[in-house]
């Protein structure tokens, strides 16, 4: 019987409609270089091959392939349009119809290869369930990693959708002992064919009843699709790398979150656009991290880059710190203070040695970096629980058990306290030219708190639909008739005036502003002042990549304006542009980085929608100023 081949998308029978909009991919849109690299270099680490003292490869190669060389690409064309013409009323939908349709009239079509070398491959060819080759391929939210490993195939596979016109993905792999497999898949929408409603999810393969299952003979395939030794190549069809910086990005998203697994000769990485081939090794890592320092680069355009302060730190500071959180000697913290980087940053990590996160907790008398790394096994374990699937954070509140939470919360809290520990000692030396000054206006004598660092707000928490009357908001002074407002929101809706990544509560003084039209023009001459607030809320919904901004004066007031700024990774504010804002069905008139004509009822919340032309969550600064 001779083997059919194609695209496959189950029956719906029934079940419920899939649209454009996907959870798993939207996540990856903020920052998707940064992500890509990440998850991508991530899943290759993990899949190292044990008991072997090789280095980790992993190669990105743009490539250019005529059409007939991509497996029944006109199929996804066809899906594409028909996913289209179920949903016509999703513009979102229309326009990635119409961006595919354009890339599909052309006689090539851009492809990135992302190949691992000396790693295993998607071992669990042939098994259904519980192995990388079905947690990747046939899963979805279900990870099929565990212990101290980097990732899971649970979410992060969904990065590199994010570059693809058609979203489609190919893989290949060659595992030992089981071989050669190959097998695509493409995520659009609820579609119909041939009068027959189809699922979103749908595979390229051969085709058997009701299934597709992986191409097992290389040799039916073209040749830039086989492998000979073990490794996984991935394939992102239609890749959008039209940006002249593509490969700056994935560059230094690279360095920034793998340095050190590279300078150890752990990992090596490869960039190659046609003639253009950048390899970024333990030899040339620190020329590399310099240039991006001198030229100020930004991942993604936004994000900074910092990898070069600890590669500095690491090269110059010998002393280690030991800390017992779960076991004797499970953490170890290396920290000083240089004066060349006035600032306060400690990169956080686990055994995988891939940065987790920047905690930056403002409030010190002195400035320091710091890289904290999680060894005992026991509390990479835990760590590795907390992380939601963007892995950028630790928060007990992402363990379902209730024991489970309570003892990860405790294990979070005293590696916090005893990171505390650390930062105080460096107040004892006595370096008063490094003493920072900076933000001593935020100081309260009920800041001198020795127990600890309070567990940190995290910006992108996933956020679920809560009632906000049960959330505890707190609105406080500092002193009489001083207008100060500090934010305290519960981790169900993060607090974007408050906290940041593993700041305290930030409390801001009142002043007077000239602001609106013309940046300092009011428009009638009177100064405006910043206001108190009974409490402020911004929830972020992930659906729509859009904040509710929920607030609550002290009392009634009118034409008021809202102005929004947001914090860089090193610290600084910078204006955070709005591009539209809604009070229910009314579109309110904006300016910049401002909202303005608000009315704000006293008795009420006042709930404003709002979509910045950064789309991305971010830590944010909110202030309400009142004319007159």
């Known amino acids: 019987m001779e083997e059919k081949r194609g695209w496959y998308f189950p029956n719906n029978n029934g079940g419920e409609a899939e649209g454009f909009e996907n959870q798993g991919i939207n996540q990856f849109k903020m920052s998707p270089y940064g992500k890509l690299a990440r998850e991508i270099i991530q899943n290759s680490y993990d899949a190292k091959i044990k008991g072997e003292n090789k280095k980790v490869r992993v190669e990105f190669r743009l490539a250019k392939l005529k059409k007939d060389r991509i497996p029944n690409i006109e199929n996804i064309k066809e899906s594409i349009n028909a996913s289209a013409e179920y949903f016509p009323e999703s513009d979102r939908l229309q326009k990635f119809r119409q961006n595919a349709n354009e890339k599909l009239e052309k006689d090539t079509i851009d492809v990135l290869k992302i190949s691992d070398y000396n790693t295993t491959g998607l071992v669990g060819i042939e098994k259904r369930v519980n192995s990388a080759w079905y947690g990747l391929i046939k899963s979805s939210g279900n990870s099929t990693k565990s212990g101290v490993s980097g990732g899971s195939y649970g979410s992060g596979k969904h990065a590199a959708f994010v570059f693809s016109y058609f979203r489609t993905i ?46 097992r003979d290389q040799e039916t395939m073209d040749e830039f699709y086989r492998r000979n030794e073990t490794g996984t190549d991935l394939y992102i069809i239609g890749a959008k790398l039209e940006e002249e910086n593509w490969m700056a990005n994935i560059i230094y998203s690279v360095i920034e979150n793998f340095w050190k697994l590279i300078i150890e000769n752990k990992l090596e990485v490869k960039i190659i656009n046609n003639e253009e081939e950048i390899n970024i090794d333990s030899k040339n890592i620190r020329g590399l991290a310099q240039v991006g320092k001198e030229i100020n680069v930004k991942i993604d355009e936004h ?30 913290l290396k920290i000083a203070k240089l004066p060349q980087y006035p600032e306060k940053k400690i990169l956080r990590m686990r055994d995988t040695e891939m940065k987790i996160n920047i905690f930056s907790p403002r409030k010190r008398p002195v400035n320091f970096i710091g890289i904290l790394i999680a060894r005992g096994e026991e509390l990479n374990r835990q760590l590795r629980e907390s992380e939601p699937q963007t892995h950028d954070f630790w928060s007990a509140d992402n363990i379902e058990d209730d024991d489970d939470k309570r003892k990860i919360k405790e294990t979070i809290t005293r590696l916090d306290a005893w990171m505390n520990m650390q930062i105080d000692s460096l107040s004892y030396i006595d370096d008063i030219c490094e003493f920072d000054a900076e933000g001593l206006d935020f100081l309260n004598i009920e800041d001198d708190d020795p127990n600890g660092i309070e567990e940190p707000q995290r910006p992108f928490d996933e ?77 972020y919904d992930n659906d729509r990549n859009m904040y509710r901004v929920i607030i609550r004066p002290m009392e009634k007031l009118s034409n008021c304006e809202i102005r929004f700024q947001r914090w860089t990774d090193s610290g600084e504010l910078e204006r955070l542009e709005v591009e539209k804002a809604y009070i229910g069905n009314q579109e309110l008139k904006t300016s910049g980085n401002i909202i303005k004509n608000v009315d704000l009822d006293g008795n009420n919340d006042t709930k404003i929608e709002v979509l910045f032309k950064t789309k991305r969550k971010c830590v944010m600064e909110v202030k309400v100023y009142v004319q007159g």
């Not at 609820?190 to 749908?202: F, L, P, Q, T, Y």
């Not at 030991?322 to 004797?328: K, L, N």
């Not at 428009?523 to 910043?530: K, V």
């Open 170 to 215: 190919l893989y290949g792999t060659f595992v030992e002992n089981e071989g050669y497999a190959f097998q695509g898949k493409a995520i659009l929408c609820s579609h119909k064919e041939d009068g027959v409603e189809k699922r979103g999810i749908g595979y390229w393969g051969k085709i058997e009843e009701n299934e597709c299952k992986p191409i």
């Open 463 to 539: 956020i679920i639909n809560n009632e906000e009357e049960e959330q505890e908001i707190l609105a406080m002074q500092k002193a009489p008739n001083t207008p100060n407002v500090i934010d305290k929101t519960s981790n169900e809706e993060p607090n974007v005036g408050g906290k940041g990544e593993g700041e305290e509560n930030r409390v801001r003084d009142g002043g007077k502003k000239n602001i609106g039209e013309g940046e300092n023009n009011s428009g009638s001459g009177d100064l405006y002042h910043e206001r108190q607030m009974y409490y402020i809320k911004t929830p």
């Open 303 to 332: 994000d900074s880059f910092n990898a070069y302060k600890f590669i500095e730190l690491d090269d110059s500071v010998e002393e280690i710190r030991y800390g017992s959180i779960c076991s004797e000697n499970d953490v170890e």
